[in-house]
């Protein structure tokens, strides 16, 4: 059993100041009791797509530097959220989730297959492809208390990755996101509910919430939903911190009672 999380955050396009606000709020957490801590999608930067270049960096980047020395610091398992990993093919970047395990070192990379292409009705048009490559590898990470499988925000659309997740021994599964306003009132808790229920799974769901450059707003709601689809941990408006325990214990029992990840059929 662990503490964890889910972390909530408004950035803004000053990176020095969301990355001093995403350790603020990991001490903070970490001050609470949590051992397993998870940023929000694009934690340490959320500003204009002109300016967008300006903010990437490689995995050994000060921002992930940062993130490595924190967890091996509090010797806590850490989620970064997603940062723009610089390299990607065509001039493009990743968004890409890191965790970090007690000792500072990587325990898994993933980089967002699913990118957010789409016109949701608030005004805004998105398309993430046309800066972001997607990636190509499902990534499910050894940690001391089970297997957590990693996605960022768009990929919860998604269940056949987070079925796989589960099929590779995930236990916990991840979902960093900026949820957009007009789509997360409505879809946010659902979707994350059903990927915890049909694979019997915890899922940690830091957020981004507020409004952002460019009259961006997101969602938010950062919450810990446990195997059963209950929300034991949920965050309100603005800054904050959504705490709850994972059980691997709890998952183990579900499973065995109800075992229809045994019972699937394709």
Same mark, same amino acid.
């Given at each position: 059993m662990i503490l964890a999380a889910a972390l909530q955050m408004t950035?803004?396009?000053?990176?020095?100041?969301?990355? +001093?606000?995403? @350790?603020? =709020?990991?001490?903070?957490? /970490?001050?609470?009791?949590? !051992?397993?801590?998870?940023? #929000?999608?694009?934690?340490?930067?959320?500003? #204009?797509? +002109?300016? !967008?270049?300006s903010a990437t960096e490689p995995l050994d980047g000060p921002t992930l530097s940062t993130l490595a020395t924190?967890?091996?610091?509090?010797?806590?398992?850490? =989620?970064?959220?997603?940062?723009?990993?610089?390299?990607?093919?065509?001039g493009r970047n990743y968004n890409t989730s890191v965790l970090f395990g007690p000792d500072g070192e990587r325990l898994g990379t993933y980089r967002k297959m699913h990118l957010f292409d789409v016109e949701v009705g608030d005004? &805004? @048009?998105? !398309?993430?492809?046309?800066?972001?490559?997607?990636? @190509?590898?499902?990534?499910?990470? &050894?940690t001391g208390f089970g297997?957590?499988?990693?996605?960022?925000?768009?990929?919860?659309?998604?269940?056949?990755?987070?079925?796989?997740? +589960?099929?590779?021994?995930?236990?916990?599964?991840?979902?960093?996101?900026a949820f957009t306003l007009a789509t997360g009132k409505d879809h946010w808790e659902v979707l994350l509910r059903a990927r915890a229920i049909e694979n019997q799974a915890y899922v940690l769901a830091p957020a981004q919430?507020?409004? /952002?450059?460019?009259? !961006?707003? @997101?969602?938010? /709601?950062?919450?810990?939903?446990?195997?059963w689809g209950l929300v034991t941990a949920r965050a309100s408006e603005g800054e904050g911190i959504a705490l709850g325990q994972i059980d691997d214990a709890l998952v183990a029992r579900i499973r065995k009672n109800l075992p229809v990840l045994n019972h699937r059929k394709l």
């Open positions: 950035s803004t396009a000053a990176k020095p100041d969301n990355v +001093a606000t995403a @350790t603020r =709020l990991i001490r903070q957490a /970490h001050g609470f009791g949590a !051992r397993f801590i998870g940023l #929000p999608e694009n934690f340490a930067w959320m500003g #204009p797509e +002109a300016d !967008r270049a924190l967890a091996r610091e509090l010797k806590i398992t850490l =989620l970064g959220g997603s940062v723009l990993e610089s390299g990607a093919p065509g005004g &805004q @048009t998105y !398309r993430e492809s046309a800066a972001v490559a997607p990636g @190509t590898e499902v990534v499910v990470a &050894q297997k957590v499988g990693l996605s960022v925000c768009y990929d919860l659309r998604f269940p056949e990755l987070y079925r796989q997740m +589960a099929k590779d021994g995930a236990t916990t599964l991840t979902v960093p996101a919430q507020g409004k /952002h450059p460019k009259d !961006r707003m @997101t969602w938010g /709601h950062a919450m810990l939903v446990d195997p």
